[in-house]
């Protein structure tokens, strides 16, 4: 679940249950604060906009693309990664409309 519109920032977390076990990845932050009292726990805001939070990630891939343009690396995903994203995409769309499992080599 997720919402575009947070009135305290840009709220993206995710958490992933299993038997063995649980990962997740919080909030990231301006800064890592966290004030503890006896009235509870505050810490900062959050980000205010996605362009903030990811202002690093944004930049390195716009340098990967700029390498690969230039030929210094494979562009990556490629075209095949696109490919079998699709076809995954196709197999999971049939299995919910026929309620059956579907294999990859059914959709490739």
Same mark, same amino acid.
């Given at each position: 679940?997720?919402? &575009? &519109?947070?009135?305290?920032?840009? %709220?993206? &977390?995710?958490? $992933?249950?299993?038997? !063995?076990?649980?990962?997740?990845?919080?909030?990231? &932050?301006?800064?890592?604060?966290?004030?503890?009292?006896?009235?509870?726990?505050?810490?900062?805001?959050?980000? %205010?906009?996605?362009?903030?939070?990811?202002?690093?990630?944004?930049?390195?891939?716009?340098?990967?693309?700029? %390498?690969?343009?230039?030929? !210094? $690396? !494979?562009?990556?995903?490629?075209?095949?990664?696109?490919?079998?994203?699709?076809?995954?995409?196709?197999?999971?769309? !049939?299995s919910?409309?026929?309620?059956?499992? $579907?294999?990859m080599?059914? $959709?490739?």
């Amino acid at each position: 679940s997720n919402s &575009r &519109r947070a009135t305290y920032g840009y %709220d993206q &977390r995710i958490e $992933v249950h299993g038997a !063995k076990g649980v990962v997740s990845a919080e909030n990231q &932050r301006p800064v890592s604060i966290e004030v503890a009292t006896g009235a509870g726990y505050t810490r900062p805001p959050l980000h %205010d906009f996605f362009m903030t939070r990811y202002t690093e990630a944004y930049a390195a891939e716009i340098a990967a693309f700029i %390498d690969a343009m230039g030929g !210094k $690396v !494979k562009a990556s995903p490629s075209g095949e990664d696109g490919l079998l994203a699709l076809a995954l995409a196709e197999a999971a769309l !049939k299995s919910v409309a026929e309620g059956r499992v $579907v294999k990859m080599s059914e $959709v490739l």
